[in-house]
């Protein structure tokens, strides 16, 4: 059978491939009526001898040859007659083929294809899979209303079929049907719900599909799917998940209250870690709790990120954007950075929907800032969609590498390009008022450039800017002024006369000599240029009459009879207008007003700013409009609805199963009282000790649920083993009355997870585990640091689970002398988890792993703000390399403030933090006045999260607030520890591979003592000695701050003035730093 699917897999593939193939061209190449294909009018006549002949050899060759033909865009239409009588043909391989080419022209030759009706229903019984599934592909594709009847049978009897692949095809047959008579719906709604309980990944995509088509809105048939869906999404085909991940985020916003609200309100929740169970019910009232379902989705939608299919890529990231907290939607990033490097068509659709994304949350996409800087090579429209993104996400911090950026592009021969960028710096300047001057400054230095586009650009910008404070550009005006000469432009040429004639009182001696030389020329000005002579004419004329009078009447004069009437219309009106006579009516009085009011400054906005209504990721917010068959997401529900619609009923066979599972639940104990009395066979006794802490880990699980918050971490994990199950099942029977009302809410839960697993397929069973191999791995770390508790009978109340006094069958392990078996760990675990779980053995020879104090501390200080910047307020910092006092993942920094004035600086405090996503900061407290020449220290705590991002916030003062940023070296990110030579080469021993990290430099004479060597290491990074048996071998060790991860630092003095400088550790990113920052401390003298 898995051979037979495997062999229909890939014929199915090619198949469906040349029929896109096939679908494309006929549109392009008409039924042989060009010239091109009279050659193949002999060919033809070969191929109908062929088919009609006696030998299968003789026809297979003939199919494919046809085939080909239809591949490589022929038309092969008139063969059809020959072909169709083959479609009984005994062999299996051309009635293959016969069937690719009647899926292609069915539609064409209908006539035809009926005649031969009766031969695709009796090939619906063929054994064969394949043939199955090609003639109800063949059957639907005939688009006549007549044979509906009989396409809704076929497609309700291979629905029931046993093939996964004719099941697949059956849900492809419903969208066809569906077209051609939407009568049929209510029919083809049962047939989907029937499609949907599958468990086949196979058949996953093409019946949501289905869904999507027929009925989007029956979100009912989804809830008892929901679970299922989620979790075999990993393996369904590609195409399938982006359906199917579009479809569940559509559900996700109808089914569970916005994440969004009480984002704040989650973390503050999360940190409370220990705290009694009536402050957590109190708790879990008033805050926000992310239904485990919701969790679910996002949980199990992560790993596609990873896909090579960047539609895949794409639907998670909008189903992140659109349904997950805002704190835990940053990941996504990444992965859309990654599909830059695709072809131009996928980094056009990326891009798209990251300046959509970066208008609302700039953070996301900060650490990429580089990654959309523009290429020589990229097309026009990549280029401009990579400067809005610029535009988005510049900031007081980046803005003047972005200049620098910008400046090269206005060089670019692309003057599209060019142009696009000057309109960027002008939007620059509008949001960051700090370099608003530096911008204009910079487009009037372009008015002197020799291309006319740029020069025109500039002059819109720079009007642009110069409305929101004209007051102080009286030079910039004029200088605008000497260009009219030699600009040509039509939309700069008008903007410079809008800006004088806005401004004519600031320039009173320029604007009147502009008006007559434009007079001059008006005749030969383009018309949108003669509108704004006929404006600045008529601004004049009501402030400055005296001179401008008689050219005002001049130009009136020849607008009078110009050939626009748009020109002679604007003439009249501001000759009745302005000119004071009899017949002018009550407006004339107020022409002043109306000329010279004040206009309101424009807002530069981007065009991508109102397209966030639409669903990321699909036509209409490419297009930024509503296009045929976009299904709108709808609102999040202030309140959830029932979540137990989601539950699936427990199936009748699992309670004929019972007996047999009583049965299985007698046997552990046997085994436990045998091995345990006899101690012979320790290969068993260890494989028990396996099972007893993985039912241990299960029951640690399920508790955990009922009383923590984050349950959906360890609901797929509890309800992955059976095995497990029983033996809790077992445990909780036997506990007090208090332990049995919180292990009856459990078996609640417990039967909705039987009822899921009983219904998933071995592949979904597989991809729960590999979900929650995390969590296992904990709880089984939390059993084994229950036993250890236990055995010394000190700490018994701090457990969670309070065992009751009554010596229970299952206690017995407490007073048996024997050792516990140490648990194998699995490749699932990390190597610094490994090392904690050994580390809980209870024999002498355990390794102790502490963290010590440094060893050296660099008294090297570094400038936060200068004194000039910060008018007067200076500021120092040092890394004291001490343990943060604020917290135990933070950095210690210390903070020199200093007075270099001779006024007293009041309020010195720290304001807005602008941190990057997960990073923390704990501030030091307002300090009231720092007296003039007076200097203090304080201390700040910084989570890092073991990089070296930078931590930008504000130093404020009772006036000002200066923007600084601290930038943590990668030796500073990490705590010293002490440890025995053997646990180094232990912990060594693990992080091997992808975990080392290492070169071979020449160390210079001087430097290869061990003086030396500890000196300069100490210096560059926070590490602790390790004690070394050879004299050419120096060990360093440390452990990051915040995660806790080992840094193992090996320095190995070789002959010839070399040495190999390794570093093991998880942190491989933070390795290879530290690696390059250590090479050429140690090699220079």
């Known amino acids: 059978m898995t051979s037979n699917s495997f062999a229909y897999n890939e014929h199915s593939g090619g198949g469906e491939a040349t029929e896109l193939g096939q679908e494309a061209t006929s549109t392009i190449s008409p039924s042989g009526a060009f010239g091109l294909f009279s050659s193949d009018l002999k060919k033809n006549e070969d191929l109908k001898q062929m088919l009609e002949s006696n030998k299968d050899s003789a026809k297979l060759d003939a199919m494919k040859r046809i085939?080909?033909?239809?591949?490589?865009?022929?038309?092969?239409?008139?063969?059809?007659?020959?072909?169709?009588?083959?479609?009984?043909?005994?062999?299996?391989?051309?009635?293959?083929?016969?069937?690719?080419?009647?899926?292609?022209?069915?539609?064409?030759?209908?006539?035809?294809?009926?005649?031969?009706?009766?031969?695709?229903?009796?090939?619906?019984?063929?054994?064969?899979?394949?043939?199955?599934?090609?003639?109800?592909?063949?059957?639907?594709?005939?688009?006549?209303?007549?044979?509906?009847?009989?396409?809704?049978?076929?497609?309700?009897?291979?629905?029931?079929?046993?093939?996964?692949?004719?099941?697949?095809?059956?849900?492809?047959?419903?969208?066809?049907l569906y077209s051609l008579d939407p009568e049929q719906k209510e029919m083809l709604i049962e047939v989907i719900e029937k499609l949907l309980k599958d468990k086949s990944t196979l058949v996953a995509g093409s019946v949501v599909m289905a869904f999507e088509e027929v009925c989007p809105d029956r979100i009912d048939l989804i809830h008892k799917n929901y679970r299922k869906l989620c979790n075999l999404l990993v393996d369904v085909e590609e195409w399938g998940q982006?359906?199917?991940?579009?479809?569940?985020?559509?559900?996700?916003?109808?089914?569970?209250?916005?994440?969004?609200?009480?984002?704040?309100?989650?973390?503050?929740?999360?940190?409370?870690?220990?705290?009694?169970?009536?402050?957590?019910?109190?708790?879990?009232?008033?805050?926000?709790?992310?239904?485990?379902?919701?969790?679910?989705?996002?949980?199990?939608?992560?790993?596609?990120?990873?896909?090579?299919?960047?539609?895949?890529?794409?639907?998670?990231?909008?189903?992140?954007?659109?349904?997950?907290?805002?704190?835990?939607?940053?990941?996504?990033?990444?992965?859309?950075?990654?599909?830059?490097?695709?072809?131009?068509?996928?980094?056009?659709?990326?891009?798209?929907?990251?300046?959509?994304?970066?208008?609302?949350?700039?953070?996301?996409?900060?650490?990429?800032?580089k990654s959309f800087y523009v290429r020589s090579t990229d097309p026009t429209m990549i280029k401009t969609l990579k400067l809005e993104i610029l535009t988005n996400l510049a900031n007081e911090a980046n803005i003047s590498t972005l200049l620098r950026e910008f400046q090269t592009y206005v060089k670019s021969q692309d003057k599209q390009f060019a142009a696009a960028t000057i309109q960027t710096i002008g939007r620059c300047a509008t949001n960051i008022l700090e370099v608003t001057d530096t911008c204009l400054n910079g487009l009037v230095c372009l008015l002197s450039n020799k291309d006319e586009i740029v020069v025109a650009e500039s002059v819109v910008v720079i009007k642009k800017l110069l409305q929101m404070q004209p007051a102080q550009h009286g030079e910039i005006i004029k200088h605008m002024a000497k260009l009219l000469d030699s600009i040509t432009v039509p939309v700069a040429r008008a903007s410079i006369l809008w800006l004088i004639g806005e401004n004519c009182e600031r320039v009173p001696k320029i604007a009147p000599d502009v008006l007559r030389k434009m007079a001059k020329s008006f005749t030969t000005e383009d018309d949108l240029v003669k509108l704004q002579i006929l404006n600045l004419g008529a601004k004049l004329y009501l402030t400055n009459s005296k001179q401008t009078?008689?050219?005002?009447?001049?130009?009136?004069?020849?607008?009078?009879?110009?050939?626009?009437?748009?020109?002679?219309?604007?003439?009249?009106?501001?000759?009745?207008?302005?000119?004071?006579?009899?017949?002018?009516?009550?407006?004339?009085?107020?022409?002043?007003?109306?000329?010279?009011?004040?206009k309101p400054a424009p807002v530069l906005e981007s065009p991508f700013k109102d397209r966030d209504h639409f669903q990321l990721g699909t036509l209409s917010h490419i297009l930024n409009t509503k296009a045929s068959g976009y299904l709108e997401l709808s609102d999040w529900p202030e309140v959830a609805p029932d979540p137990?619609?989601?539950?699936?009923?427990?199936?009748?066979?699992a309670k004929e199963r019972t007996p047999s599972e009583k049965a299985k639940k007698e046997n552990p104990p046997k085994k436990f009282y045998s091995e345990s009395e006899e101690e012979e066979d320790s290969s068993d006794s260890s494989s028990d000790s396996e099972s007893e802490s993985g039912s241990e880990s299960g029951e640690q699980d399920e508790e955990g649920d009922s009383s923590g918050d984050s349950s959906e971490d360890s609901s797929s994990g509890s309800g992955s083993g059976s095995g497990s199950e029983s033996s809790v099942n077992k445990r909780t029977a036997k506990r007090s009355s208090k332990t049995k009302e919180k292990g009856d809410s459990d078996d609640g839960e417990k039967e909705n997870e039987k009822s899921e697993t009983s219904e998933s397929s071995s592949a979904e069973s597989s991809?729960?585990?590999?979900?929650?191999?995390?969590?296992?791995?904990?709880?089984?770390?939390?059993?084994?640091?229950?036993?250890?508790?236990?055995?010394?009978?000190?700490?018994?109340?701090?457990?969670?689970?309070?065992?009751?006094?009554?010596?229970?069958?299952?206690?017995?392990?407490?007073?048996?002398?024997?050792?516990?078996?140490?648990?194998?760990?699995?490749?699932?675990?990390?190597?610094?988890?490994?090392?904690?779980?050994?580390?809980?053995?209870?024999?002498?020879?355990?390794?102790?792993?502490?963290?010590?104090?440094?060893?050296?501390?660099?008294?090297?200080?570094?400038?936060?703000?200068?004194?000039?910047?910060?008018?007067?307020?200076?500021?120092?910092?040092?890394?004291?390399?001490?343990?943060?006092?604020?917290?135990?993942?933070?950095?210690?920094?210390?903070?020199?403030?200093?007075?270099?004035?001779?006024?007293?600086?009041?309020?010195?405090?720290?304001?807005?933090?602008?941190l990057p996503i997960g990073m923390e900061m704990h501030v030091f407290n307002p300090i009231e006045s720092l007296e003039p020449e007076g200097s203090i220290t304080v201390s700040v705590g910084i989570d890092f999260c073991d990089s070296t991002q930078t931590a930008s916030f504000q130093l404020c003062t009772k006036d000002d607030c200066f923007s600084v940023n601290i930038q943590p070296p990668v030796g500073?990110?990490?705590?010293?520890?002490?440890?025995?030579?053997?646990?180094?080469?232990?912990?060594?021993?693990?992080?091997?591979?992808?975990?080392?990290?290492?070169?071979?430099?020449?160390?210079?004479?001087?430097?290869?003592?061990?003086?030396?060597?500890?000196?300069?290491?100490?210096?560059?990074a926070n590490v602790g000695v390790v004690p070394s048996g050879q004299d050419n071998i120096h060990r360093f060790a440390a452990k990051t701050v915040h995660s806790g991860s080992l840094m193992l630092v090996t320095v190995e003095l070789k002959e010839g003035s070399t040495a190999q400088l390794i570093i093991n550790t998880e942190k491989t990113v933070i390795g290879s730093v530290l690696l390059r920052e250590l090479k050429p401390v140690l090699s220079q003298g």
């Not at 029931?160 to 849900?171: C, E, G, I, W």
């Not at 639907?315 to 131009?344: D, T």
């Not at 953070?363 to 800032?369: A, D, I, K, V």
């Not at 137990?644 to 066979?653: A, G, H, K, Y």
């Open 972 to 1020: 500073e990110l990490l705590l010293p520890v002490t440890m025995s030579e053997k646990d180094f080469k232990k912990e060594q021993g693990m992080l091997t591979g992808m975990n080392e990290t290492s070169a071979i430099i020449i160390v210079a004479p001087q430097n290869f003592t061990s003086s030396v060597i500890l000196q300069k290491v100490v210096n560059v």
């Open 67 to 176: 085939v080909g033909m239809i591949a490589k865009g022929k038309n092969a239409s008139e063969l059809f007659p020959a072909v169709v009588k083959n479609v009984a043909s005994k062999n299996i391989e051309i009635k293959k083929l016969v069937y690719v080419y009647l899926v292609r022209y069915a539609e064409e030759q209908q006539d035809l294809a009926l005649l031969s009706i009766s031969t695709f229903q009796r090939a619906l019984k063929d054994p064969n899979q394949l043939i199955r599934a090609s003639a109800l592909r063949v059957l639907s594709s005939i688009r006549v209303p007549i044979i509906v009847p009989i396409m809704m049978l076929a497609i309700k009897e291979a629905s029931a079929d046993l093939s996964p692949y004719v099941r697949k095809n059956a849900a492809h047959a419903i969208q066809k």
């Open 644 to 653: 137990s619609v989601r539950n699936v009923e427990v199936i009748e066979l």
């Open 242 to 369: 982006v359906v199917i991940i579009h479809m569940l985020t559509r559900y996700a916003r109808t089914q569970f209250v916005s994440p969004w609200k009480e984002d704040d309100g989650l973390e503050d929740h999360e940190k409370n870690f220990y705290e009694s169970d009536e402050e957590k019910t109190d708790k879990k009232k008033r805050t926000y709790a992310m239904d485990p379902d919701h969790r679910l989705l996002i949980r199990n939608t992560k790993p596609l990120l990873q896909s090579r299919n960047a539609a895949v890529v794409m639907a998670v990231a909008q189903l992140y954007w659109h349904i997950a907290p805002k704190s835990e939607a940053g990941i996504i990033s990444k992965s859309l950075v990654r599909l830059l490097r695709s072809n131009r068509e996928v980094q056009y659709i990326v891009l798209q929907n990251i300046a959509t994304m970066s208008i609302q949350r700039k953070g996301m996409f900060e650490p990429y800032l």
């Open 767 to 914: 991809s729960i585990e590999d979900s929650s191999s995390e969590s296992e791995s904990e709880s089984e770390s939390e059993s084994k640091s229950r036993k250890v508790t236990k055995e010394k009978e000190k700490n018994t109340k701090q457990d969670r689970n309070p065992v009751t006094k009554g010596i229970s069958l299952l206690d017995l392990d407490d007073f048996n002398p024997v050792p516990t078996p140490v648990v194998r760990p699995t490749p699932a675990l990390s190597p610094s988890l490994i090392a904690d779980l050994e580390g809980l053995n209870l024999s002498t020879s355990s390794s102790v792993i502490s963290v010590s104090t440094p060893v050296f501390v660099p008294g090297k200080t570094h400038m936060l703000l200068h004194r000039m910047s910060g008018k007067g307020l200076a500021a120092h910092y040092l890394f004291s390399r001490q343990p943060c006092i604020f917290g135990s993942k933070m950095v210690s920094v210390q903070i020199t403030l200093k007075n270099t004035t001779d006024r007293k600086i009041e309020n010195i405090h720290i304001g807005e933090k602008k």
């Open 549 to 598: 009078k008689l050219l005002t009447q001049y130009i009136l004069n020849l607008g009078k009879y110009d050939q626009n009437y748009d020109i002679r219309d604007r003439t009249r009106f501001i000759r009745q207008l302005i000119v004071p006579n009899e017949k002018s009516g009550a407006l004339s009085k107020y022409a002043k007003k109306i000329f010279l009011a004040q």
